[in-house]
């Protein structure tokens, strides 16, 4: 699901169905003080809160409130539609369990400790270069495969302990989870997970390795230039179309 520019400046906040899953429109309103402990939530109820599948943050929020989204088993998407949003704070994704997929704000500053913790349907991270820090046990318990990271943003206490790519580590593992592919040979590893990749930049890059086998090669920690594409919530490159212009060009005929 991709959220353009048009859309979001009509979305009002609430909840409703919104391309066929029970959306919730968020304005930044703080929803619960602690749902864990059964307190009354201050806008919906428990029963309502678990039958959302999608969160849209509305364009003006600056700061998603510490344990406001913990406990939504049924949210499986997180998509910050504009990109006010600066901070997460702590737990505010904590233990939402069927999380999947996540569309950070590109003036992201902060996560807090545990935001997506107990996550475990989360196998992708793309953090934006605007981001300062990322606290402790942010990403325990899930199951991340993909973690991309700027290399000057501080990293917490065991950030990704306990996941597929933790099990991985080669040395300190807050300067190796930033440096996977730093290495000139991951060239196209990073453009296919960087902010803004462009089916062109892809295709001459593709070209100058050799062809497509390049988007099939594995990295140190297993995962191929098309996985980070594919996993990118920032790109818009339509990979089968991005193969078969390469498959068209080595025929020679005009794309």
């Not at 919104?18 to 059964?38: C, P, R, V």
């Not at 406001?68 to 737990?91: G, H, P, W």
């Not at 997929?101 to 997506?116: D, H, M, Q, T, W």
């Not at 913790?117 to 934006?128: A, K």
């Amino acid at each position: 699901m991709r959220i353009q520019t048009e859309e979001w400046r009509r979305f009002i906040p609430g909840v409703r169905m919104y391309k066929g899953k029970k959306t919730l429109f968020y304005n930044g309103e703080k929803l619960s003080e602690n749902i864990i402990i059964g307190r009354c939530p201050l806008i919906y109820d428990y029963k309502e809160q678990q039958s959302w599948e999608v969160i849209i943050v509305l364009p003006g929020v600056k700061v998603i409130p510490s344990c406001n989204f913990e406990y939504l088993a049924n949210v499986k998407m997180v998509i910050i539609a504009d990109n006010s949003v600066k901070r997460i704070e702590f737990d505010a994704f904590r233990f939402c369990k069927n999380l999947a997929f996540v569309k950070l704000s590109r003036n992201l500053e902060y996560i807090g400790e545990r935001a997506f913790q107990y996550c475990e349907s989360l196998t992708s991270m793309f953090i934006p270069p605007s981001c300062r820090e990322i606290s402790s046990w942010v990403f325990h318990f899930t199951k991340l495969i993909i973690l991309v990271v700027p290399p000057h943003t501080e990293l917490g206490i065991e950030v990704f302990f306990c996941t597929p790519l933790w099990r991985k580590r080669i040395g300190d593992e807050n300067a190796w989870v930033k440096s996977i592919n730093d290495n000139d040979l991951y060239r196209l590893y990073r453009l296919c997970s960087s902010m803004d990749p462009s089916e062109d930049e892809i295709y001459q890059m593709i070209c100058e390795q050799g062809g497509l086998h390049a988007l099939v090669q594995k990295n140190s920690v297993g995962i191929t230039p098309s996985e980070y594409l594919a996993a990118n919530p920032y790109a818009d490159v339509d990979e089968m179309k991005l193969v078969k212009r390469i498959l068209l060009e080595n025929m020679g005929e005009i794309v």
